[in-house]
């Protein structure tokens, strides 16, 4: 499955992140000859600092930045660490620090935690300390660990969870790869609060899965890492699927023709469908397939778990879900945190709404995870509220985490606040089959079948209309 092109950009990239490293250990060791010790990021600054600045800019530690795919951005630079989500909401509320519950065991430690850094807020000036708050391990050195300390002064910090055992993580350090699928699944296969909860098709599973979970990335088959499709330059990843808000390469697209042709069925009758219908509605049937995923947060409604001494939102899961279809032409409008709500003509707030429609060149049909909310809005203002999430979870209280998100974004300490229904489309794009599990004709041309083709804009089932 890797074409030339992905070999070479992968030989590039070992080229990038092994500086001057003999041929034999680019890929795999920092051996002694580079350094004695392992001493924080300064030690990888040493050698890397070119590489540490061009991280510093992208997307994985700025979390925002351009947004060529938002229809209504107005050039404004967005992303994780600016905008509203429908699960944990924004990480502002909720970046550091330890929410212990009355058992005293910890249940977050912050949003943090699956930034790439140790533990400082990401800031747009680039300057000494922040380069040292990149933590190059995280995703580049197998085996590393790392966890939350508190210093003397009352802040946090993530250090390597060897911080105390100089030899181990002298060990750890110079165990130096190109991120592996393991290391992009710390922090992707666990957001929103769970295995798979957030995305529905990025389960832990894909570490190590056969091809009847995911053909590309099957550790007995192609063996497949992330970057060998979200393969990019100067750590500017590629990919932005339908519902995230910025991009790290404007104008360059990841797509399945990328490798694969763009009529490779050799059959006219399903070559014709890659015209209007993008590959994953075929090749990924549904997701979830091993872990469960999150389909309705309600934040209005506080659940306790008399199990784990925990509160959290009010979640319904889905497991081997059908996804939704909807036109996307590669351009989102998203309710920008901070903007005036302009809910849909059904009272439901679309958070993230691909564009798009049958009669769109540039669009296609693809699969969506239609994830449901309710969320907080400050009911004069009309804006949409974070929620401080991380105390939440230790004493229920929802009313101070609604102040907390309040007083976060826009300084109000009181905020008069009501409950809005919300929706995000999510694209599905991993978790790809082999071709004998892909769906067949009747699984969308007969009556009853996934496809809504009204919601399409058709009056009926194409198939039938050509059939007459």
Same mark, same amino acid.
């Given at each position: ?116 850094? =140790? ?17 190059? =391990? ?46 992009? =699944? ?40 992330? %970057? ?38 050799? %059959? ?56 939704? #279809? ?85 300084? %109000?300490?009181?905020?008069? #606040?009501?409950? %809005? ?48």
């Amino acid at each position: 499955m890797k074409n030339t092109a992905t070999l070479v950009m992968s030989l590039v990239m070992v080229a990038v992140l092994a500086g001057s490293a003999p041929a034999a250990r680019q890929h795999y060791s920092h051996q002694d000859d580079y350094f004695d010790h392992y001493e924080g990021t300064k030690t990888c600054l040493e050698c890397h600092e070119e590489e540490a600045q061009s991280f510093f800019h992208s997307q994985h530690y700025q979390w925002r930045g351009e947004t060529p795919g938002i229809v209504n951005s107005d050039g404004r630079k967005l992303g994780k660490l600016n905008t509203m989500n429908d699960f944990c909401t924004n990480p502002v509320p909720s970046w550091i620090g330890k929410s212990v519950n009355s058992d005293g065991k910890v249940l977050a430690t912050g949003c943090s935690a699956c930034h790439a850094g =140790l533990g400082k807020m990401p800031s747009p000036e680039m300057t000494r300390e922040q380069l040292e708050n990149i933590d190059c =391990l995280i995703c580049h050195a197998s085996g590393y660990r790392r966890a939350l300390y508190q210093n003397e002064d009352g802040t946090w910090e993530s250090r390597p969870i060897l911080w105390k055992n100089q030899a181990g993580l002298d060990a750890i350090s110079k165990r130096i790869t190109l991120p592996k699928r393991k290391m992009c =699944l710390r922090c992707h296969a666990g957001a929103g609060g769970g295995q798979n909860w957030k995305r529905g098709d990025i389960e832990y599973k894909l570490a190590d899965c056969d091809a009847e979970f995911d053909v590309h990335m099957a550790s007995d088959g192609n063996d497949m890492a992330c %970057i060998d499709c979200h393969e990019g330059e100067d750590h500017r990843v590629l990919g932005r699927g339908a519902d995230l808000s910025g991009t790290d390469l404007p104008g360059k697209k990841l797509a399945c023709t990328n490798c694969h042709d763009a009529k490779p069925h050799g %059959i006219a009758a399903l070559d014709h469908h890659t015209d209007k219908v993008y590959c994953t509605v075929c090749h990924i049937p549904t997701f979830a397939k091993d872990d469960h995923t999150d389909m309705v947060r309600d934040w209005s409604t506080p659940l306790y778990h008399e199990d784990a001494n925990k509160w959290s939102a009010t979640i319904t899961f889905g497991k081997d879900v059908v996804p939704v #279809y909807a036109w996307f032409n590669g351009q989102t409008r998203e309710s920008i945190l901070g903007d005036k709500i302009h809910p849909d003509k059904d009272g439901v707030l679309t958070m993230m709404q691909p564009q798009g429609n049958r009669k769109d060149k540039h669009a296609k049909i693809y699969a969506f995870k239609l994830h449901q909310g309710t969320l907080p809005v400050l009911k004069k203002e009309r804006k949409l509220i974070p929620i401080g999430v991380d105390e939440f979870f230790a004493d229920g209280n929802m009313e101070e985490a609604v102040a907390r998100g309040a007083k976060a974004t826009y300084g %109000i300490d009181d905020p008069d #606040y009501e409950w %809005i229904k919300v929706r995000r489309y999510m694209g599905i794009f991993h978790e790809v089959q082999p071709a004998a599990n892909a769906l067949q004709c009747l699984d969308c041309h007969r009556e009853g079948g996934r496809m809504d083709w009204k919601a399409l804009g058709y009056k009926q089932d194409p198939l039938l209309k050509a059939m007459k």
